[in-house]
């Protein structure tokens, strides 16, 4: 799939904020209180990237702007 100037656009802005969130969900779990091991950090890492692939799956199909025939 060839990316268009705004999908490459919503790929520059997603990877810096997916980044902040694979960190940032398991450090804030932990400031909760709800990490007891690092299973548990694990399982949080693996659930927010899981997330990112999906919304950013969504964000970039979703920004394609189609072509005037």
């Known amino acids: 799939m060839k990316l268009d ?5 919503i790929l520059k ?3 810096p ?4 969130y694979l960190f940032g ?4 779990m932990w400031l ?4 007891d091991s690092w299973a548990d950090v694990l399982w949080y ?3 927010g990237l899981l997330l990112q692939i999906v ?3 969504f964000y970039i199909l979703g920004s394609k702007i189609p072509k005037k025939d």
């Open 13 to 15: 802005v997603i990877w």
């Open 45 to 47: 890492v693996l659930g």
């Open 32 to 35: 909760f209180g709800k990490v």
């Open 5 to 9: 100037k705004e999908q490459k656009r």
């Open 55 to 57: 919304l950013g799956v």
């Open 25 to 28: 969900y398991p450090f804030f």
């Open 17 to 20: 904020i997916s980044i902040a």
